[in-house]
């Protein structure tokens, strides 16, 4: 039988120091000051010993705030966070590593909320809870990428849920299934992969355009460092790697960040949404407060993050149309297109050689024009007045169906003089679904693999 020890069986001296020896090993506070380290959201930091995390959220309408993780059993109350009086809350905890899940518990007037970090950089899944991630602690092998030039771009769409997929696959497939089939893109001479939306999102399964948590990687894909891998490994084989970005909207579903604080008007999402007829979008009432400083460094912050410390290449930045207008036909929201200038402003400051995409579908020279001309700053935009005439003259029957004028013209657009301001492509994910279907499939429905529709 194994013998086991209690207190009683030890010395005064030795239960002294084995008391010792636990609370050397427990989080300790900082004396509940306010934190002196940058950072929103979980900060690992290594100096001075010892090490641990910052912990720092923004809740402007919180009485208290308070984290509660695996690193003190969920206790609700031992660790408060400090108010700084401008909105945000922070405490340094020592012992606290990547990998260590939490919440904040953010007390109000009427209720006490257990939310999942606003900036939580891994969850355990939607409705998980938040994970310290260490991102320092990744080896790059090929720290000395360079994009290809823009105007040699090939550019792959992907969907990673069912590009690496084994046949009548059950489960989405990940990072590492692509990862697996980077040489296959290689021989097709693909050097750029558009990423379809890989941020958390419900349920596992989803083009993506509906995410939860904007700082977190989708848990049915992978993890941080499986990113990171890809990335690495795309870069060893000459291939540049973008992400799609959703800020038109947020959620709607499993998100953490309405309500966020407690505080809303008019029944609406709180301190990141706006509160009126503007938080209106076609896929829910979440639009972004563009307005606001603290969602406008959040969204900005965001685009930055995935380029530094993922060192992506680039990045579709979805629906524009929605960040700068209402609706379709509906008033402009001038702070969407200062938000869309700084974030391009940043990018060029810091990131210069990568590339800001937009899709806004309104075929608007402005929003590739610089920002200093008064445009949005984007390097290109996607060109779907390219699609329609070559897909229709593609799969026309007969020869005096096609317009050859139509195409011409297709070929010969562009904006402000430059033909590489464009994204031209002949299918994406929109143009391939909604009722219709592959080029191949679309030439000679029930035959796509015939040389006829392949040719």
């Keep these: ?98 990998g260590a899940q939490y919440k904040y518990v953010i007390t109000t007037a009427t209720s006490t909320l257990w939310k999942n970090d606003a900036r939580a950089r891994a969850v355990t899944s939607s409705v998980g809870n938040s994970v310290i991630v260490n991102h320092a602690a990744f080896a790059w092998q090929t720290p000395s990428f360079a994009i290809p030039s823009w105007n040699k771009l090939v550019v792959y769409e992907l969907h990673l849920g069912t590009f690496g997929q084994t046949p009548k696959g059950s489960v989405p497939a990940n990072f590492d299934q692509a990862r697996a089939k980077l040489d296959y893109l290689a ?79 008019n029944s609406g999402g709180g301190i990141f949404f706006y509160q009126d007829s503007r938080a209106v979008t076609p896929w829910g009432n979440t639009r972004p407060n563009y307005s606001r400083n603290e969602v406008r460094s959040y969204i900005r912050d965001n685009v930055m993050y995935w380029l530094e410390d993922f060192r992506l290449d680039g990045h579709r930045m979805d629906g524009t149309k929605y960040i700068r207008k209402v609706d379709q036909f509906g008033p402009d929201i001038p702070e969407g297109w200062s938000l869309l200038q700084w974030i391009n402003d940043s990018v060029d400051a810091t990131q210069g050689s990568k590339i800001s995409i937009c899709e806004d579908l309104d075929n608007n020279a402005w929003l590739t024009k610089t920002t200093g001309a008064g445009g949005a700053g984007f390097d290109a935009q996607w060109d779907a007045q390219f699609y329609w005439p070559v897909r229709s003259n593609l799969i026309a029957a007969n020869d005096a169906d096609r317009d050859m004028n139509a195409i011409r013209g297709a070929i010969l657009a562009n904006y402000n003089s430059d033909a590489f301001e464009r994204i031209i492509y002949t299918e994406s994910h929109d143009e391939v679904a909604n009722g219709q279907s592959r080029m191949p499939e679309a030439i000679w429905p029930g035959n796509a693999s015939s040389l006829y529709s392949k040719k």
């Design 1 to 98: 039988m194994t013998q086991r020890y209690t207190p009683s069986l030890l010395s005064p001296t030795a239960a002294k120091v084995a008391l010792a020896f636990v609370l050397a090993l427990a989080p300790s506070l900082s004396a509940f000051a306010q934190s002196a380290r940058p950072g929103i959201g979980a900060t690992p930091y290594f100096t001075p010993v010892p090490a641990g995390t910052t912990f720092r959220v923004w809740a402007p309408n919180a009485t208290a705030v308070r984290v509660a993780g695996t690193f003190n059993t969920w206790n609700a109350t031992s660790h408060p966070l400090v108010s700084e009086g401008n909105g945000y809350w922070s405490l340094d905890v020592n012992f606290v590593y990547a």
């Design 187 to 265: 021989e097709l001479g693909v050097n750029a992969v558009q990423i379809m939306p890989f941020c958390e999102f419900p349920l596992g399964v989803s083009w993506g355009y509906n995410g939860s948590h904007p700082w977190a990687v989708e848990t049915a894909y992978g993890s941080p460092t499986d990113v990171k891998e890809f990335v690495d490994a795309a870069h060893a084989r000459g291939i540049a790697v973008f992400s799609d970005l959703v800020f038109n909207h947020l959620g709607p579903n499993d998100l953490d960040l309405w309500q966020y604080d407690g505080w809303s008007q």
